[in-house]
Structures are given as structure tokens and as C-alpha cells.
């Protein structure tokens, strides 16, 4: 079982949709990072939180740190959205600070 | 643009030549990553750097693969003797502390032939 793992993996929605990526994780963290990658490989940070609840424009990101749970919401999704969708975690002791552990990543494709 | 910089983007090479890839990070970042994407799978770890000391390395990584920052500025990734296998995406990141936000390079892609 991976360390941290997302659902679902493929998702498509019609422009205007609430979408919704979840990420569990099995170990200690430090911080939980959801990043967005589109295609030709470049990684955009979209959230760092390691509690709570945090929003920037029309995306919402939240963590539950005892159920070890986030998810990723986007309101009214458009086009432009769809990318690919990464949970990382950064480790929580010694040498493993700041280093990330990736999930697979969930396709998002947002129809007009 | 996220001010991490990558060269070169693309590589192609033949099976057993060695690559050197460079990654320049953000000026004043101590931190900096390493990962590799195989194509459909999230980044994996590879190494990372504190300044000039490298503080850990993935078993992922053979002795064909070494990294250097040396003057804790750019770094530079090797790979000797390439195998199919090496065919990867190579990321590069770097933060200004380890609790901080990552900055990904656009990412070297390598073909071994």
C-alpha cells in the first residue's frame, strides 16, 4: 500500500461542476502539499497546510489531521482547470523533513 | 515560471553513455530537491540538498546516479553507463527552508535509447 494515496484517478466534469480530489496518507507529516501539473511536466504548489482549512480564489483545500484525510475542492471548474492533480506529503522526523512522497496524481478533464 | 531552471529540457541518448543534468534553483533557496516521474505515476524522491550537503538518498538511486551542489548553488545530477529503465522525467525543486513551500524546474526529460 502506498504512503499516500488519491482518489479518483480519473475525473471528468462539465464546465460549472463542484469537483472534489480526496488524499490519504498512512504516516507522520509535517505539511501536506497539493500541487498541479499540466501537460509538458511543470509543477505549480497550489497549497502547503498542515491544518485546517485554506482557499485561494475558486479552490478550497482542507485537511483532518486525525482521520489523516485532505481533499481538494474546485467551484465552478472551467476548462483551464484540467491538469493533473498531485497530494504530496512532506515527512515528519529527522532527515525526512521537507522531503516529499507523492501520489499517483488524479487526470482531471473539464469539459465546456 | 517559478525561477527554478532546468537544462537541458530534453535528452535523448543511447544505452550506456552517461548524462549530466543541471538544475538552478532560486538564489537565496537552501534546499534543493530531486524527483523523478515516470509517465503516469506521481514524482518519487530521489535526493536532496541542504546547502552544499547532500542529506539523504532514495534506494531508488544505484550507484549510477550521483549529485553534486557544490558551493550550495546549482547542482548537477549524473547518470553512468544509462539502462532503458533511467527514462524518466528529472525534476529539480528548491525551497528556502524545509518547512517551506517547493519551486519545480520545467523538468529534464531523458530517452534512453
Known amino acids: 500500500k502506498n504512503e499516500v494515496e488519491q482518489s479518483p484517478q480519473n475525473l471528468t466534469a462539465q464546465e460549472g461542476e463542484f469537483i472534489t480530489i480526496n488524499c490519504s496518507y498512512s504516516?507522520?507529516?509535517?505539511?501536506l502539499h497539493w500541487l498541479q501539473q499540466h501537460p509538458g511536466g511543470g509543477i505549480v504548489s497550489l497549497f502547503m497546510l498542515s491544518s485546517g482549512k485554506k482557499k485561494h480564489g475558486r479552490l478550497i483545500a482542507t485537511i483532518n489531521i486525525q482521520e489523516k484525510h485532505s481533499s481538494l475542492h474546485i467551484t465552478a471548474s472551467h476548462p483551464r482547470d484540467s491538469a493533473v492533480y498531485i497530494c504530496?506529503?512532506?515527512?515528519?522526523?529527522?532527515?525526512?523533513?521537507?522531503?516529499?512522497?507523492f501520489g499517483q496524481g488524479t487526470i482531471l478533464t473539464v469539459h465546456p | 515560471d517559478t525561477g527554478v531552471s532546468q537544462n537541458p529540457r530534453h535528452k535523448i541518448t543511447k544505452r550506456g553513455q552517461n548524462v549530466t543534468f543541471r538544475c538552478d534553483p532560486i538564489?537565496?533557496?537552501?534546499?534543493l530537491y530531486w524527483y523523478r516521474q515516470t509517465l503516469g505515476q506521481g514524482p518519487e524522491f530521489l535526493t536532496y540538498f541542504q546547502n552544499e550537503a547532500q542529506l539523504e538518498k532514495s534506494r531508488l538511486l544505484s550507484d549510477r546516479f550521483s549529485a553534486e551542489r557544490p558551493k550550495g548553488s546549482f547542482s548537477t545530477l549524473e547518470i553512468q553507463r544509462t539502462e532503458q529503465g533511467d527514462s524518466a522525467m528529472y525534476l529539480c525543486?528548491?525551497?528556502?527552508?524545509?518547512?517551506?513551500?517547493?519551486?519545480f524546474g520545467p523538468g529534464t526529460r531523458l530517452t534512453v535509447l
Open positions: 538564489s537565496e533557496h537552501n534546499r
Open positions: 504530496a506529503v512532506s515527512g515528519a522526523g529527522g532527515t525526512s523533513y521537507g522531503k516529499l512522497t
Open positions: 504516516v507522520g507529516i509535517s505539511a
Open positions: 525543486a528548491s525551497s528556502l527552508a524545509y518547512a517551506d513551500t517547493q519551486y
